[in-house]
């Protein structure tokens, strides 16, 4: 097999293609049909240009004017310049090679910065085009630190791969032709192995430490997750008196990225000492070769000093690579994680062609429906329901039964294995996404709120709704009076997913929010079974009052709430085992009405 000689240290643990990055990053610089970008990069390279051949002849102002001082100099001065104007003029030099640097990256900043806008938006999007399946298998906190790290990694390959890696290169080859053309091959041979030894040891060691630094990565993203996670469950810590736990759990985490940080800071040790000997070796051959050719007369004082300028400019720079050669790899490693989750392909993809969801009443179809998470272990068996339009199905039944797997293959989260789903005779995987989401409203059991205002949280089920509208929702979904009790009302923040609200407001907010949207099918998860029983009955009513004229669905688990049903499913094992309505359903004897009597036989002991 080939040997790969690239850094194994990306998510999977493969080798990082360099090029294969920059290939996808190239673009964002280079977009098509965007002629204002192209000009902004063409004129930044015009001046990194330019601005490099004044640098590079800057030394040479700086040897004449030591000339022209020199006692034994030649009267006859450079291009007619006295000491003085060489010495302006090496002055101006400098002056300029810094003005244009830092014009070019005026030039180039509003390039640099709508890539990396476009390409987080473009990340952003594509996990929200991810499946169900790949979220709840993701960590939350591994996937932030991945595009943070990624946005990071590509801003810095913008700003040093453009602007210093290639004008050093550049550099670097008109001093070594200076060198050569002033002087003799023997100069050159010292830079040049110079330049050769500290650019192997240095990429040597780096590749080392970019493996030490990938575990440190690991460590710090684990650390990282576990903190998040005991900060979502703040109150399970509390509840189980766990704080210790957590923080010895985190503790463990860090500990592991301690060891890894020291072992990158020793190797750092070891790496600019090392390059600072190869490039002082250098540095030192060649003043001494300078130094004997003055004494044999063979050079001026003018010329020691220029050697001295030019090694100089050259060392400066390439213990500045050193730095960014390991920042670079590093972003490369950020950012092949980042691609990586963009080359994830998400799961649920709109056909080619497909047609948004014409909703003339509401009816919705299950035919024959299997479906399983995993293919070793279905969940639904042949389901066949349908909820005609304006009607409300309940669907009931024991844990692990389905119900909410019904609810979930609805806003198509996931396919069915096999049949159909159908909503006015459409097929759900035949029609756009977007358009069946705008359809359905869900209330889940557990409303997840946004850190931001009730106003907001109301809003975000039309955002482009009226003040007048958001209350008129709130005020049908019991609301309204409890917002206009808080000191600021509206403007109150609801804290990290809701928590400052009780679950009976969580709801509400909840509900005002579906009413907001105004979908004409209704999707009741469980919404009431996190609730104490006075708030499940207040809240009940307005969820009977919000299904008025709309196709619902409920799924229950207090069978209470659902007596009134149009038609109540009942499902064991992923099969229908039951249907009809409360009071039938009652008579039979079977299923529905061993788990009503058993609830009622629970509720009436818990009284």
Do not use: C
Not at 33 to 47: D, N, S, Y
Request: charged share 20%; glycine share 8%.
């Amino acid at each position: 097999m080939r040997r790969l000689r690239k850094t194994e240290a990306n998510l999977n643990n493969e080798p990082i293609e360099g090029w294969n990055v920059i290939r996808k990053v190239a673009p964002y610089l280079w977009p098509a049909g965007e002629t204002g970008v192209k000009v902004r990069v063409v004129l930044a390279l015009a001046m990194l240009l330019v601005a490099k051949l004044i640098s590079v002849a800057t030394p040479l102002f700086y040897k004449h004017a030591v000339d022209a001082l020199s006692a034994e100099a030649d009267p006859a001065l450079w291009l007619g310049m006295g000491a003085v104007g060489l010495t302006v003029a090496y002055g101006m030099a400098r002056l300029m090679n810094v003005g244009l640097s830092q014009l070019r990256d005026a030039v180039f900043a509003p390039v640099g910065q709508r890539a990396l806008r476009r390409l987080a938006y473009e990340t952003f999007v594509h996990i929200h085009s991810l499946s169900m399946r790949y979220h709840i298998t993701r960590k939350t906190g591994g996937l932030s630190r991945i595009i943070e790290r990624g946005v990071k990694g590509v801003d810095f390959l913008l700003r040093f791969l453009v602007f210093n890696m290639g004008p050093l290169v550049l550099e670097l080859l008109l001093v070594a032709g200076i060198l050569f053309y002033m002087f003799d091959v023997w100069y050159l041979a010292v830079v040049v192995l110079t330049i050769a030894l500290y650019v192997w040891f240095t990429f040597a060691v780096t590749e080392w430490r970019v493996k030490i630094r990938k575990k440190m990565n690991d460590r710090d993203t684990e650390a990282n997750q576990k903190a998040i996670d005991s900060l979502l469950n703040f109150e399970t810590v509390k509840y189980f008196a766990a704080e210790r736990w957590e923080a010895e759990r985190y503790d463990r985490a860090m500990e592991g990225y301690e060891q890894a940080a020291l072992k990158t800071s020793y190797s750092l040790s070891f790496l600019n000492f090392g390059q600072s000997f190869l490039i002082t070796s250098g540095l030192v051959a060649v003043m001494v070769m300078a130094a004997v050719g003055v004494q044999n007369g063979n050079l001026s004082v003018g010329d020691f000093v220029m050697v001295n300028a030019y090694m100089i400019q050259i060392t400066m720079p390439l213990n500045f690579l050193g730095s960014v050669y390991r920042e670079i790899r590093q972003a490369m490693i950020d950012m092949s994680e980042m691609f990586t989750l963009l080359g994830q392909p998400a799961e649920i993809t709109d056909k080619p062609g497909a047609k948004p969801l014409a909703v003339s009443g509401g009816t919705i179809a299950l035919k024959d429906v299997s479906f399983g998470y995993e293919a070793e272990r279905p969940i639904l068996r042949g389901v066949d329901i349908e909820v005609p339009a304006g009607k409300t199905i309940a669907i009931v039944g024991s844990s692990g039964s389905g119900k909410s797997t019904i609810g979930r293959l609805l806003f198509r989260f996931y396919d069915v294995n096999g049949g159909a789903l159908t909503i006015d005779g459409q097929d759900v995987r035949d029609v756009t996404q977007e358009s069946l989401h705008q359809q359905i409203g869900v209330v889940p059991q557990d409303t997840v709120l946004f850190n931001d205002t009730i106003y907001y949280n109301i809003a975000y089920g039309r955002p482009d709704a009226s003040e007048a509208e958001i209350i008129a929702a709130a005020k049908a979904a019991k609301i309204h009076d409890f917002v206009m009790s808080l000191p600021k009302g509206y403007d109150t923040a609801v804290g990290e997913r809701g928590l400052k609200l009780s679950g009976g407001e969580k709801q509400r907010v909840g509900i005002a929010r579906t009413l907001l949207k105004n979908p004409p099918i209704l999707l009741l998860d469980e919404a009431t079974s996190a609730l104490d029983t006075d708030t499940e009955r207040e809240i009940q009513a307005e969820l009977k009052a919000m299904g008025q004229g709309r196709t619902v669905i409920t799924i229950a688990h207090r069978l209470s709430t659902i007596a009134d049903a149009d038609e109540i499913i009942v499902l064991e094992n992923g099969k229908i085992v039951e249907r009809g309505r409360h009071e039938s359903l009652l008579t039979k004897n079977g299923r529905y009405a061993q788990l009503w009597h058993r609830q009622a036989a629970d509720e009436e002991e818990a009284a």
